[in-house]
């Protein structure tokens, strides 16, 4: 999709619109009859509508993005068709023609009301069109509304579904009151290169909660960038990218390093903004801790225990997440119950002690906090280091608890391969022999001897596995030669092969 969001002006804020600013506004609106002005205000009051959805037809109509009809009434039941979502959309996030973007609806639709509203959605990857067909008068639903306007703002479809207030399974058609809801909470999430911070504060003693005034662009949300822009005194330093919530307009969990209880930090953003905030030196909550193989080990987080990683709750892995994704309400609850977040554990280590002996700084494996389900952070011993079986290990660290803290180890088998195949020349799949149901793959790698001589070696690209199948890719530029036959065996002792696993490519 091309970006054209970035450089947009500043979005219209949610305001107490009065009718007579909407009548008003109304009557310079193309299109509107000027002989139904008067009696807008007579249907807004007497057609049945939500507060909040008349609010929000009176703002859009005051910025002449909707529009009465002949009699002056609002409509807020009436559906919405495809080419009125498309212009709606267009109007309210103020989107704008691609440059070098051809026509893309095809010649039957020529010299229509909706062709440069339609044109625009498509140029800016709101609507799919094959062969330039359209259907213009179909209604348009719930979940396709909210998709629609997802890639507007580039963000999740569930974000989106959940400002409207009357979705059940999305198939709905989507009303104009609904429509109008919808868009003017749209209008507030606008990526914006200017967002400034409102209010940071403490979620616990690793992360914090800072409000934007408005969604920051996906360039300042990188690790790289924000590294730069958010910097901290007292030795605090940002451990990974903020994190816009799912569901929310402008709310973002910001990883950090160990802050200290009760000590007064100091957060510069950009250079220029300076605001205040209390360190917390709150300990993530984990119930449990567990041997998953000989070199690894993880601790376990129960939702029912009120602790939720934010792999759930963020709107850049919400799609992926499916039913396991929620919606946070207010003050970072879930049915009513208050939850604590997990943030990004990126580069964070604990301490294995093992009985009678000394304690072993473990590091935490990237990409398995949140998987299948499940809220299971694995961590790793040192290189060629292993777990003893019989003897008692405790985990322990400064930024987390757990009520079970000690496992005994013991032996356990190591995954088996049985095939790989080839994806492309720098990429295969890698099956073992049944579902470890975890992320067991992740990190590991294996090496590949082609009949040619050549050696080779590809690294697990981490949360890519399905069922038993995980995909590898080459490192150090290598590839995959045509002709070649390759053994391939793992790296370590972390997995074995059930015979020889070859892969031929042809």
């Known amino acids: 999709m091309t970006n ?31 002989a139904a002005t008067a009696a807008v205000a007579t249907k807004a009051s007497t057609e049945a509508m939500d507060a909040a959805v008349q609010e929000a037809l009176q703002q859009l109509a005051a910025q002449g993005v909707i529009q009465g009809y002949e009699n002056g009434s609002l409509r807020p039941n009436q559906p919405v068709t495809r080419a009125e979502a498309a212009k709606l959309l267009v ?58 306007a997802a890639k507007a703002l580039q963000r999740d479809t569930l974000s989106l579904t959940s400002w409207l207030s009357s979705v059940a399974d999305g198939k709905a058609n989507a009303t104009r009151g609904e429509t109008a809801r919808l868009l003017v909470k749209a209008e507030q999430s606008v990526r914006a290169a200017d967002a400034r911070i409102v209010s940071v504060r403490a979620l616990d003693g690793i992360a914090l909660e800072v409000t934007m005034n408005q969604p920051m662009t996906l360039d300042d949300e990188t690790i790289e960038k924000s590294a730069e822009t958010f910097k901290f005194d007292g030795g605090l ?41 209390t360190g917390s030196g709150e300990q993530v909550r984990f119930n449990d801790t567990r ?87 694995k961590f790793r011993l040192p290189a060629g280091t292993t777990l003893q079986p019989g003897v008692r290990y405790t985990v322990s660290a400064d930024w987390f608890t757990v009520k079970q803290p000690s496992f005994v180890a013991e032996t356990i088998a190591p995954l088996t391969i049985v095939s790989a195949q080839q994806t492309d020349a720098k ?17 590991r790698s294996v090496s590949l001897e082609g009949s040619d001589g050549s050696k080779l070696t590809a690294l697990y690209r981490v949360q890519t596995r399905k069922g038993a199948t995980g995909i590898f890719d080459l490192q150090n530029g290598g590839e995959l030669k045509d002709g070649v036959t390759y053994t391939v065996k793992p790296v370590g002792a972390w997995a074995v092969t059930a015979s020889d696993v070859t892969l031929a490519v042809k």
């Open 237 to 277: 330093t940002i451990v990974n990218q903020p994190r816009l919530k799912t569901g929310s307009v402008n709310q973002y969990i910001v990883p950090v390093t160990m802050m200290e209880e009760g000590r007064e930090y100091t957060l510069t953003y950009k250079g220029s903004q300076t605001l205040s905030f």
């Open 91 to 148: 109007l309210a996030l103020e989107l704008k023609p691609v440059d070098g973007a051809t026509a893309s609806l095809s010649a039957e639709h020529s010299g229509k009301w909706y062709v440069s509203y339609v044109n625009t959605a498509i140029a800016n990857g709101l609507i799919d069109v094959k062969d330039g067909s359209f259907n213009p008068n179909q209604p348009v639903t719930e979940s396709e509304l909210a998709a629609m």
């Open 4 to 34: 054209k969001l970035k450089g947009m002006k500043e979005p219209r804020k949610l305001a107490v619109w009065t009718l007579a600013a909407a009548i008003s506004a109304a009557a310079i609106v193309p299109g509107y009859a000027s």
């Open 427 to 443: 990429t295969f799949t890698v099956t073992l022999s049944q579902d470890p149901g975890d992320e067991l793959f992740a990190y």
């Open 291 to 377: 041997q998953v193989a000989n070199d690894t080990f993880e601790v376990e987080a129960l939702l029912s225990d009120g602790v939720v990683d934010y792999g759930y709750v963020i709107s850049a892995y919400a799609g992926g997440r499916g039913a396991d994704a929620i919606v946070l309400e207010e003050g970072n609850k879930y049915k009513g119950q208050p939850l604590q977040i997990i943030s990004s554990l990126r580069n964070r280590t604990a301490v294995l002690t093992p009985e009678g002996g000394e304690p072993i700084t473990v590091s935490y494996v990237g990409y398995t906090q949140s998987t299948d389900s499940k809220q299971e952070p």
